[in-house]
């Protein structure tokens, strides 16, 4: 048996590819029946009926009310598909909102309060649509960490952060990414500060704007932190059966974990500071050496990033992608679920 850490992704990972998924893989048709039925009692379209859709609908899939249910669900259900005689799991994180899935799969939250949670808030979210984000990179493309890279654009973020009239931060710490948060002057200003090097447009990709993506994880988003602690009750949360890495790095363990606190990070911190994934994954590998990093579906494109953040923790030598490769080549480290040939490892 192999050990694994799971992690749950965040938003942008329900996409055209993704279409369908709930239909292929949830294991559970009353459980999924059961989403439907909160979403339906809501007056918003169901699950089944958005995956079940002829055609994706960035306008409607991408939406903070939509995609977030979609996530939580595929999610899940995934965590539900792993084959426990052969995997044991050790420890379970997510990114960003991949935190409501992992206090549902580690079970801080019962299935049905972790949908209502992940659902509630990316309505929320998506109904306020405070402010927006964009991703830059601080490694190359060789995944070559450049510290003093990541530093001077911390540094120039805070400079334009610290004007009067704009706001930007670090909202979410990726890997070899930089998630940036802000208002309209503050991404506008970034933009401009970067545009006038002359790698102003580096990977051909960066600086890259999200779509229907709010300003999270920052002190922007505290009145939809407070309309959420409003609407979900401080009694759903009690003891995960599985430890959890939260975005700060602190673990939570079962039969030892203040839910009070746990409620009041999740509905505090986690909104309006930081995400820091990259430590949460420097945390899950120190701290538990599994076998395995899982990621769970939707998509697949939170892989780099994991391995991105075990190459910054130094992990098993890791200096680089071709170090990282060897690495994969060799035991099968990253398995995610969203690659049909990876998901038969694990499912």
């Known amino acids: 048996m192999k050990t694994a850490v799971v992690i749950c992704p965040g938003r942008g990972t329900y996409n055209a590819g993704e279409l369908g998924y709930l239909a292929r893989h949830f294991p559970d048709p009353a459980m999924l029946a059961a989403f439907d039925a909160q ?13 079940g859709a002829a055609k994706f609908s960035p306008a409607t899939h991408t939406r903070g009310d939509n995609a977030s249910g979609l996530i939580f669900a595929a999610s899940l259900g995934d965590y539900l598909s792993i084959d426990r005689e052969r995997i044991e799991i050790v420890a379970v994180t997510g990114n960003s909102m991949g935190w409501y899935s992992a206090l549902a799969c580690g079970g801080a939250l019962a299935p049905q309060d972790g949908f209502r949670t992940a659902n509630t808030m990316g309505t929320l979210m998506q109904d306020a649509l405070i402010g927006g984000q964009m991703i830059y990179p601080w490694m190359d493309e060789d995944w070559v960490p450049d510290a003093a890279r990541k530093r001077e654009l911390l540094e120039r973020v805070a400079r334009i952060g610290a004007a ?3 706001q930007l931060y670090l909202s979410i710490d990726l890997g070899g990414m930089l ?15 970067v545009g006038e090097q002359a790698t102003a447009r580096v990977q051909q990709r960066f600086p890259m704007r999200l779509a229907n993506h709010a300003a999270f994880h920052t002190a922007m988003q505290e009145p939809v932190a407070a309309r959420g602690r409003a609407l979900i009750d401080r ?3 009690g003891q995960p059966h599985t430890p959890l890495i939260d975005g700060q790095g602190r673990i939570w363990w079962p039969e030892a974990s203040d839910t009070g606190a746990l409620y009041d990070y999740t509905l505090g911190a986690q909104v309006t500071q930081c995400y820091d994934f990259t430590r ?8 538990f050496a599994p076998d395995l990093f899982v990621v769970l579906g939707p998509g697949t494109t939170l892989g780099g990033a994991v391995a ?6 130094g992990w ?8 990282f490769r060897r690495v994969q080549d060799r035991s099968g480290l990253l398995v995610s679920m969203g690659m049909a040939e990876q998901r038969a490892i694990v499912a």
Do not use: C, H, Y
């Not at 998630?179 to 500060?193: I, R, S, T, Y």
């Open 39 to 51: 979403r339906a009692a809501a007056g918003q379209e169901t699950l089944t009926a958005l995956d």
């Open 164 to 166: 009067p009239d704009r």
């Open 179 to 193: 998630v940036l948060a802000g208002d309209a002057a503050g991404l506008d200003a970034f933009e401009q500060a």
């Open 235 to 237: 009694s759903l949360f």
């Open 280 to 287: 949460a994954v420097t945390v899950a590998a120190r701290e």
């Open 308 to 313: 991105q953040s075990l190459i910054v923790a």
């Open 316 to 323: 098993e030598n890791m200096a680089g992608k071709q170090d």
